[in-house]
Every structure is written in C-alpha cells, then in structure tokens.
C-alpha cells in the first residue's frame, strides 16, 4: 500500500475579462476540483473589479477557491497553467485581457521565492480582487512570511474598483 501524499490548504485566484468569463470560471473550479489528490474545499462569490495596469479592457470577473491537495506548489502550479491552457489562455503582454487566469496565492504555510513560482503570491495583500473573495472563504487566514493576518491589508486595499455580484 503507497502512502498518500499529505494534504494542504492552497488559495487560487481565478480571473477573466475576455470570453464568457463567468462560464471560464465555473468551469475552472470544475477542472481544479478533478486534479489529481485535489478537491476544492471553499469557492467566494464573484466579483467584478477594474483592470489593473492595462486599463483600456474590459472589467475582470474574480473570485478565490480553496483547495485540498496532495499536489507540492509546483506541480500545482503546473496543473493551472495546463488548465488556463484548456480555456484559451495566451500569454502576451503583463496585465493583458485573457480568457482565463489563475493564481497560486498560498500553499499550506509555504514560503518559497524561484523562478517558476513565489509563494505566498507577492501582491496578494495589494490586490482587493484578491484579498476580498480570499478573506470571504478563510476570514482568518494568515499569510506565511511574516507578513500576518490577510485582514490587516484590507485599509491598504480600500479605494481600489471592486464589486461582488453573484455566486459562483
């Protein structure tokens, strides 16, 4: 009998702008929740918020998913991108308009800075988008680091164009 691997909390952050947004993003959770030693624990609302950087596009539909997984960071990481991949994802510019994109925000306490990935994600606590439908799902979730409780950067985060809408 194999050992399984041990299971963690991870964040995701899902956005898209182009497309059916909203249908990309349901069916993200669908695709994270059929991962390999993943199931999907928690999911926010949607919101809508204003582009950030490029900001002649169109408004971005956002929400945050909690997920279980026996997946290390970077094969998870892996996984995403395979995903966006499947609904048409094209890396182009930063901050362009895409069909899908998804983020790995935290794994578990992890804290690691690579080329591939930097965890926890380095503007996650600058990002409303972010930051909102996270603390919906895990109001006491802790970002490693040092950096402290998600909820503190909330003042931080206060003016920036974000609107929740629906349910995921």
């Not at 993003?25 to 999911?43: C, E, Q």
């Not at 926010?44 to 997984?69: K, M």
């Not at 990481?77 to 395979?82: C, G, K, V």
Request: net charge negative.
């Amino acid at each position: 009998m194999s050992a399984q691997p041990p299971c963690v909390r991870a964040f995701v952050a899902l956005g898209a702008n182009i497309g059916e947004p909203v249908q990309h993003l349901r069916a993200a959770v669908r695709d994270l929740d059929a991962l390999p030693a993943t199931r999907v624990a928690a999911r926010s609302s949607l919101y809508r918020s204003a582009p950030v950087g490029l900001l002649n596009q169109p408004d971005f539909i956002n929400a945050v998913v909690a997920v279980d997984t026996g997946l290390p960071p970077l094969e998870l990481l892996r996984q995403l991108m395979a995903i966006e991949a499947v609904h048409g994802r094209v890396r182009s510019i930063p901050n362009a308009p895409r069909t899908l994109d998804l983020d790995l925000l935290l794994h578990g306490d992890s804290v690691m800075a690579e080329t591939e990935l930097t965890l926890p994600h380095p503007r996650m606590h600058q990002r409303a988008f972010v930051l909102l439908p996270l603390l919906e799902i895990a109001p006491d979730v802790t970002l490693p680091g040092g950096l402290g409780l998600a909820r503190s950067f909330l003042d931080q985060v206060a003016g920036q164009d974000i609107h929740r809408f629906e349910a995921l």
